[in-house]
């Protein structure tokens, strides 16, 4: 209870809050975490969109008749397209990033399930990825750990891993720049 507390504190936990009431209302906890994380790509894909959700300069109606179409066009519907045009209506889109992590650590807490991101220099193995998620699992005591991949040349080699609030940076970038540091302290 202590953590969902601490998921939920603010104004997007609170509005996360809700919707995840009603999406476990109407068992549909699943669809409506998809359908955020749809719009959430939405936002990602295009630069003009992200602009849009966040811009103060549109009427909340213009932002409510846009998103209608755009959430029809990407196939989002139910409690999830009324939330998202609900919270534009409230002038709260600014926040949608917001609730929308809120909703998917309440979502995750309610499964037992961790998220983490690990970035690498190049693609993984697929027994690399397997060891990978196993530590993982072990690190949160057994929890099902979802593991978002993704390549990064520029951390030359290693790896980085964000698991909840920690992070780990054993990466050949970071290990460089800190001999670098210490070469200047010396020199």
Request: proline share 3%.
């Amino acid at each position: 209870m202590a953590q969902q507390e601490a998921i939920i504190s603010g104004m997007a936990g609170r509005y996360a809050s809700a919707l995840f009431a009603l999406a476990q209302e109407q068992r549909a906890t699943d669809q409506v975490g998809a359908d955020l994380d749809t719009f959430a790509r939405l936002i990602d894909e295009s630069p003009d969109f992200a602009r849009f959700v966040r811009s103060p300069v549109f009427t909340a109606e213009s932002q409510v008749k846009a998103l209608t179409a755009i959430l029809e066009g990407a196939g989002i519907r139910g409690p999830a397209a009324n939330f998202i045009k609900l919270v534009a209506s409230k002038r709260r889109l600014f926040a949608i990033r917001d609730m929308i992590g809120a909703y998917r650590a309440l979502n995750d807490a309610a499964k037992g399930v961790a998220r983490a991101e690990v970035t690498v220099a190049e693609p993984l193995a697929e027994h690399h990825r397997g060891a990978l998620e196993d530590a993982l699992k072990e690190v949160t005591g057994g929890k099902s750990v979802n593991v978002a991949f993704k390549a990064d040349p520029s951390i030359i080699g290693g790896l980085i891993v964000r698991l909840g609030s920690r992070m780990v940076d054993a990466s050949l970038k970071t290990k460089l720049n800190a001999i670098r540091m210490l070469m200047k302290e010396a020199g």
